[in-house]
């Protein structure tokens, strides 16, 4: 079994399997061939986690420790069938719904700009907007839209409004169907993307969904960078219509030189949704808990899809 973490700093493994350590170095820990549960590096290139897998013929199970799965996808074809792809649900809810939260506050309250006021030796007054009494459309409502939700409850906004890939009924209200987007871009005073990356998904917010935004309407991105057009998106933000607050971008790492570092009204993160402290005890967690299913042929958590089907 390869995990991206030392297998001594993971408390309660079970015992019997041969735990080898794979952060995404050059060299393999042992032959490919041999890896049965292979836990995908985190945080590295999708080139870097893929390159095993065309070896991994014994694999069953490929483990991410990221919410979202898009960087492993397209190595799963030179999997044999029947292997299970797992994400990490429960990981990432908290640390990423922080941030949201964060990106939002920072983004209406002006932040940035009293940041680079202090370092100017500048009292810059006057009035900005408040999160309360806003419309706020979250587009993606899975665990991670509704621990955002969850964070949002005591900021006296005036509606949240849901969008999954279909229409359920929540707790907090209905959630609706994406092909109702266009109808409620309109009322949304801030619009987060908190979807993961599908064909379905991919330039999601281009230039019709941004259009539909209201003037002076916040976009925060803790998806995927090409969930935004962002070409389209930096035509609006030049134009002053719209401000973003990405956590995520297209390309990225954003290279120096590209004019969305330097577009008016955007906040820029560096995909730091995930990494806090508390992504290792959650980490850990989930892998003792999934590894001890494993031994014990039991049920997996988190399961996206099984190769060879319909769904791979």
């Known amino acids: ?64 420790l990221s919410a979202g799965v898009d960087h492993v996808e397209p190595g799963l074809a030179d999997l044999p069938p029947g292997v299970l792809l797992c994400n ?7 640390s990423t719904a922080e941030l949201t939260l964060a990106l939002i506050l920072a983004s209406l309250r002006g932040v940035p700009d009293f940041v680079r006021a202090q370092d100017r030796g500048e009292w810059l007054g006057g009035f900005r907007p408040a999160l309360a009494d806003r419309t706020v459309l979250i587009v993606g409502y899975g665990s991670i839209g509704a621990a955002i939700e969850d964070r949002l409850a005591p900021f006296e906004l005036a509606r949240v409004l849901r969008v999954a890939r279909s229409a359920r009924t929540t707790k907090r209200g209905p959630v609706h169907p994406l092909t109702d987007l266009p109808a ?15 064909e379905q998904t991919r330039g999601l917010a281009g230039a019709d969904f941004l259009a539909r ?35 995520v971008t297209d390309p990225e790492p954003l290279p120096p030189e590209h004019p969305l570092w330097r577009a008016p009204g955007v906040l820029i993160t560096p995909h730091a949704g995930g990494p806090t402290s508390a992504f ?27 190769t060879g089907t319909t769904t791979a």
């Open 280 to 306: 290792l005890p959650r980490a850990r967690r989930l892998l003792t808990g999934q590894l001890r299913r494993f031994v014990n042929r039991e049920p997996l958590r988190n399961v996206i899809l099984t």
């Open 1 to 64: 079994m390869w995990l991206p973490l030392p297998p001594e700093e993971i408390e309660g493994l079970p015992e019997g399997p041969r735990y080898l350590f794979w952060d995404g170095a050059e060299e393999f820990p042992a032959d490919p061939a041999d890896c049965v549960f292979y836990v995908v590096p985190y945080m590295k290139p999708s080139q870097v986690c893929r390159r095993p897998l065309p070896r991994m013929r014994s694999v069953r199970v490929v483990q991410t």
């Open 88 to 94: 990490a649900r429960g990981v990432h809810e908290a």
């Open 213 to 247: 935004m209201k003037d002076g309407a916040l976009l925060v991105n803790v998806a995927r960078g090409p969930v935004v057009d962002t070409k389209a998106l930096l035509a609006e933000l030049d134009s002053g219509r719209l401000t973003a607050a990405l956590d």
């Open 184 to 198: 409620l871009l309109p009322q949304a005073d801030v619009v987060v993307l908190s979807t993961p990356l599908t």
